[in-house]
């Protein structure tokens, strides 16, 4: 059974830092986009940011570009989400996602329908 397990959410003080982990199991990813994805109370799922198989190649919502870092160990078949500079306004429950097919990354980075498999997500609070 492939599983994508999120862990490091928590509450934090603006400007605070967190690194959120996901790790994958049942299969391998390391061939595979993958993608990290936020829904706010009230709010639509968004993109947050998204990685290249190899890390080469990385991608961020406007929203968090410079302050949020995605990465990824494929030895460990585990992608990051390093956020400093927190605002309030990035609390969210966060999910990674990743792509069962392997393709190309660019064009459909950011689209959530090309992600097969979820994470069942971490919640971040950012207190002001």
């Known amino acids: 059974q492939v599983q994508l397990v999120e862990s490091g959410g928590g509450l934090v003080q603006a400007g605070g830092s967190l690194r959120l982990s996901c790790a994958a199991s049942g299969r391998t990813f390391s061939n595979n986009v993958m993608g990290w994805f936020r829904q706010a109370p009230g709010k639509e799922r968004e993109f947050v940011a998204a990685?290249?198989?190899?890390?080469?190649?990385?991608d961020y919502a406007d929203s968090v570009k410079g302050r949020f870092t995605i990465s990824r160990d494929n030895a460990k078949n585990t992608m990051y989400l390093q956020m400093n500079s927190l605002k309030p306004e990035d609390t969210a429950v966060y999910y990674c996602?990743?792509?069962?097919?392997?393709?190309?990354?660019?064009?459909?980075?950011?689209?959530?329908?090309?992600?097969?498999?979820w994470g069942q997500g971490t919640q971040v609070t950012v207190s002001s």
């Open positions: 996602a990743a792509d069962g097919t392997i393709r190309g990354y660019s064009g459909s980075y950011y689209y959530q329908g090309r992600y097969d498999y």
């Open positions: 990685i290249s198989w190899s890390g080469s190649s990385t």
